[in-house]
């Protein structure tokens, strides 16, 4: 079993985190559409979503029945699964593989539950490292309103009511959204996260965002996909 | 107060929990849900409550790891986290309360079959022993220890070879016999291996079914009266015997003849029967 580092796959990774409504996943959708006009075999994994473990999630989200162990064990399986079954070959095929949240999501949310911050790293030691990982930073006044204005409520886990913080969600989802920043700054320089101002124009972070990628893929000639 | 192996899972308070939590271990086939099924009753006639359970009964996890099971996709790390889920769940949801409330707590299997699976399958052993880090460290876990040999004429007489008991995953064969044959030869080092490290209290299964529970049961009860563990349990190899050198000891194990399951105590009621009309036809 291999451990967190440096992959040696011709493959590249790029993934994207920070809190609900920071833009990450407009931001990667943009990324996506460039590599793919630049020529480039792009797949796309988001968090949450092997279709292994959907049932077994939904089950226990519906009936509010996962407490913060099962949460993060049961996210940590979706992330194998994809992990086991796509991001790894394809990253050996030599393939981009962008991830809309990757491990550090579960670092920020899984110690926000309360456990215990070792065991949530060594639990996902199987993953690669990211080529780039790429973190929105945004005030949380900001996200607050972009995710609150855009649609009616928020749900209960997104909202960490399990951690009975507030009995209204709005504020509960202020609170826990709030420790879930702290968690991400403390892994910038942990990680070597790539920080991205995430209140500046939407161009300018994609500009920023492509230069690195750029200067990334630059050894990787042999990925394009001959037109 | 009970302990963990590692952190506790938050809020889990581990003073008050006064039940016991016994742990029945053991490789596939060797008889722990048979010796359940006898320990429950014996139990329950001495007025004590019981919770059993077993790996995938959670409410979570257990369907979506069967289902999951059947495709036959699952990749390694998958399936060990996917158990450590069940494993989460059920110690959430059913064991703790009922060692809260005073229960006896009869385990079929615990984190130990769970590890010695994944690291058969390839698993860092320190990755898998921090995911269960989070286990509650039971009052006593007996080991049904067998050697292959014993252990294959049971499995092909009672429920035949299963892909999964047979590690097919790892050993693709078209001889489910050679798979199972190796397969259970590596778990067997492993559960060796874990069964020092965790002070297993080793009973040998290759006995009929009533001198296994014998031992057993002698086990439990010593348990719930609170007494240290005697010698007679002990799993530490003689001075100067490296553990390998200890489970190979096991696995060459000469076959006994094991009495099948139910006819012992039958073939006595027929002998005392036949006894009985013996002395009347006379």
Redesign the interface.
Known sequence: MKRYGEHRFPGKLFVVEGIDGSGKSTQLALLHQWLQGEGYGVVFSEWNSSPLVRETTKRGKKKQALTPSTFSLIHATDFADRMEHNILPLLKAGAIVLCDRYIYTAFARDVVRGMDRQWVRELYSFAVKPTAAFYFRVPLEVAMKRILDGRNGVKYYEAGMDLGLSEDPEESFGIFQGRILNEYEKMVPEFDLTTVDATLPIEEQQVYMRQIAKAKLAQAKRLRVAP | MRETY??P???MNLAEMSGKLIVIEGTDGVGRSTQIRLLRPWLEQQGRAVLDTAIKRS???G??IQ??KEGH??????L???Y??DF??R???EIVPALRAGFVVLTDRYIYSLMARAIVR???A??IR??Y??ALKPDATFYLRIGVDDLIPRVVFSRGFDYWESGMDIHPSEDMYDSFRKYQTELLTEFERLAKEYNFEVIDASHDVRTVFEHLRAGVARVLSGEPREPLFSVVAPAGESAEAASKKVLEMPGKPTAPISEEPASAAQALTRAVEGDATK
């Open positions: 590692a952190a899972l938050p809020g409410e979570l996890a369907k979506g289902q999951a996709t699952l990749g390694r790390i998958t060990s986290l996917f450590a889920t989460a769940d110690l959430e949801h390839g698993a860092d320190r990755w921090n995911a880090g989070f």
